[in-house]
């Protein structure tokens, strides 16, 4: 082990285009998207891995990996993500691989030295009963969403990996937590998914199938945060030429609906008009989470993408890919 150093001051500015840099998870949909924009925006040694090439679990290849390659940049969005009922049905997956992830990754970076590590938690990390909308400073001030409690103890263990070599190694290492995310390329499986990517293909093949009615889970009651990929991979690298500080920050568009009015929206979208019914032996999860993002305003980053923009590009997205998509 190296002796500590105190945490240094950095300023962040423009990143080096040509520099090593490594999306974890590139191809998943936060990681597909960041890499879209890295591209655009002329990133031109960019590096990835599919979890058959590397798998993140497998500790002693993540250290071989980041010896050969060197990233100067990561942004680790490789991690067991799912929906609420895959949450609480699985939640040794979400915690064990998250963990094994996320501290193989960072452990790794840290030997390698890497310059600039971003973290992606999730608002799930704050208390269920958080007040609304939530700061940064709700972190551990009260009791999880047991519905996500799991996977939500992973993300606080990575933030506090990333404060933690801040503060023995002086590393200018960031995480930023999104709110709930869609877009192209999410996981649309009926089971597995998130609410806004189900709702989509619910109610597609509802209005293909001419049925009379479609079921959701839960009472519809619910508020929910919707932020579009691509602003969250814009929000990504602006955080990493913009901001330097110990803790997390936010992620979202500082607006919510509840999900019956999300539904209503998807079902206008898509075309559907038959009935919807509601499913309440299925879990609501916490009824509340609206992030106070304030301090990525601070930073010079605001949302772009209107749920109405962003789910029509989504159902279009959907649509013209529904043939391969993940299950
Ligand atoms: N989606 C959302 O609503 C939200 C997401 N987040 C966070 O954003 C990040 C990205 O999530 P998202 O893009 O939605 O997730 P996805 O499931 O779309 O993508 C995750 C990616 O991680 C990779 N991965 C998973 N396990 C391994 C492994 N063992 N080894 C290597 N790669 C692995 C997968 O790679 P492969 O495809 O090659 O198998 C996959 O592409 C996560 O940290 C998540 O917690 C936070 C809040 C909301
Ligand atoms: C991003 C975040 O995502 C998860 O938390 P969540 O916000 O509760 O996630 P969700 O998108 O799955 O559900 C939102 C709401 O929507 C309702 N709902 C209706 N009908 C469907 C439906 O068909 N599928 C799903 N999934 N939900 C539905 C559902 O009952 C709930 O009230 C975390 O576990 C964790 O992974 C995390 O960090």
Redesign the pocket.
């Known amino acids: 082990m190296s002796a500590p150093t105190s945490e240094q001051t950095f300023v962040p500015g423009a990143l080096d285009r040509s520099a090593p840099f490594y999306v974890?998870?590139h191809?998943?949909?936060?990681?597909s998207a960041v890499w879209r924009t890295l591209e655009k925006e002329g990133f031109s040694h960019l590096i990835g891995r599919?979890?058959?090439e590397?798998?993140?679990?497998d500790r002693a290849a993540v250290f071989d990996f980041f010896r050969e390659q060197r990233p100067r940049y990561v942004v680790l969005?490789?991690?067991?993500?799912g929906g609420i009922v895959a949450n609480n049905t699985y939640p040794v997956d979400f915690l064990s691989?998250n963990l094994q992830?996320q501290l193989n990754v960072l452990d790794a970076a840290l030997e390698a030295r890497t310059e600039r590590v971003l973290f992606?938690?999730?608002?799930c990390i704050y208390p269920r009963l958080a007040p609304q909308p939530i700061v940064e400073d709700s972190l551990l001030t009260g009791h999880l969403e047991p519905t996500n409690d799991a996977y939500a103890i992973a993300?606080i263990a990575g933030i506090m990996q990333i404060q933690a070599v801040r503060r023995q190694y002086g590393l200018p290492w960031i995480s930023a937590m999104?709110?709930?995310?869609?877009g192209p390329?999410d996981?649309f499986s009926p089971t597995g998914s998130?609410v806004l990517p189900a709702l989509i293909r619910r109610y597609d093949e509802a209005r293909t199938a001419g049925a009379p009615s479609v079921t959701n889970w839960g009472t519809g009651t619910p508020r929910r945060e919707l932020l579009h990929v691509d602003d969250m991979a814009a929000a990504c690298l602006h955080l990493l030429e913009h901001y330097d500080g110990p803790s997390q920050v936010n992620v979202g568009t500082g607006t919510d609906v509840t999900i019956r009015e999300l539904a209503e929206t998807v079902a206008r979208v898509v075309g559907y008009e038959g009935e919807t019914q509601w499913d309440t032996s299925k879990p609501d999860g916490t009824p509340q989470k609206l992030l106070d993002v304030s301090r990525l305003a601070d930073a010079g980053w605001r949302a772009s993408i209107s749920l109405e923009d962003g789910l029509r590009s989504t159902v279009e997205w959907y649509r013209e890919n529904v043939g391969a998509l993940r299950t």
């Open positions: 974890a998870g191809r998943g949909l936060v990681g599919t979890s058959a590397l798998d993140l679990k969005a490789a991690a067991k993500v691989e992830i992606l938690g999730s608002s993300k999104p709110t709930n995310l869609y390329g996981n998130h």
